[in-house]
């Protein structure tokens, strides 16, 4: 019964290949994110959706391709690897509302090597 | 624009010390306040949070935090710590900013526990 789960939670892979990470939440949440966490674990907003709908877009690549089918899932494609995609990317989701927090899954360790 | 700053990376105290971890943020209404703590590989967890009334907020695990509207605070504190506690803490501000509501956190502290 886990809240918020994304899948995997590591992948290690070469410059250059395509790869994706998949995120499902089983709150009722309307909105969903990706954070990016360097390795000075430093937190960043990548991209966030509400009701399927791309309401933050931050500074990103457009390497990096978010898709919700639903409002339950938001998966993160990321075309033409670099090494500096190296990181930790959480999902995570809210209702919505500002004095709501954030409900974090436990993270995609990926490696580019 | 809006900001928090956590001035310590690294804290470390004794098993039994108390703790208080620093957070000040930069936003121009009243905020929306969270702690969060980060164990070794896992996600992060939700401490406590603050968006109006008393100002001393309990939150999980024995924690507390006291928002000082004059000092744009909103330090984390635990009277006694354990082991258990060391890991990584973020402090987070709700704040809209470009008519997007936002949460933006600080660089973290790493707390480390001395037995």
């Known amino acids: 019964d886990t809240a918020v789960s994304q899948t995997p939670k590591y992948l290690v892979t070469q410059m250059g290949n395509d790869k994706s990470i998949k995120c499902e939440q089983n709150l009722g949440h309307d909105t969903m994110y990706w954070y990016k966490q360097d390795s000075k674990k430093f937190l960043k907003i990548m991209f966030s959706?509400?009701?399927?709908?791309?309401?933050i877009n931050e500074t990103v690549p457009n390497r990096f391709s978010p898709k919700s089918p639903d409002k339950a899932h938001l998966n993160l494609h990321i075309n033409s690897l670099e090494l500096g995609d190296s990181a930790v990317y959480f999902c995570?989701?809210?209702?919505?509302?500002?004095?709501?927090?954030?409900?974090f899954g436990n993270g995609t360790r990926l490696t580019v090597t | 624009a809006q900001s928090v700053t956590q001035p310590d990376i690294h804290i470390t105290v004794s098993e039994g010390a108390s703790l208080e971890l620093r957070c000040n943020y930069s936003?121009?209404?009243?905020?929306?306040l969270f702690w969060y703590v980060q164990s070794p590989g896992q996600g992060l967890q939700l401490l406590l949070k603050y968006f109006s009334g008393d100002t001393l907020v309990q939150g999980i695990k024995g924690f507390e935090a006291e928002f000082k509207r004059s000092q744009s605070s909103f330090n984390l504190r635990k009277p006694s710590v354990h082991w258990s506690d060391a890991a990584e803490y973020f402090c987070?501000?709700?704040?809209?900013?470009?008519?997007?509501?936002?949460?933006?956190f600080g660089t973290g502290t790493r707390l480390k526990v001395l037995a």
């Open positions: 959706y509400n009701n399927k709908e791309l309401i």
């Open positions: 987070a501000v709700g704040a809209i900013t470009s008519g997007t509501y936002k949460y933006i």
């Open positions: 995570a989701s809210s209702p919505g509302t500002p004095n709501s927090p954030l409900h």
């Open positions: 936003y121009g209404a009243t905020p929306y």
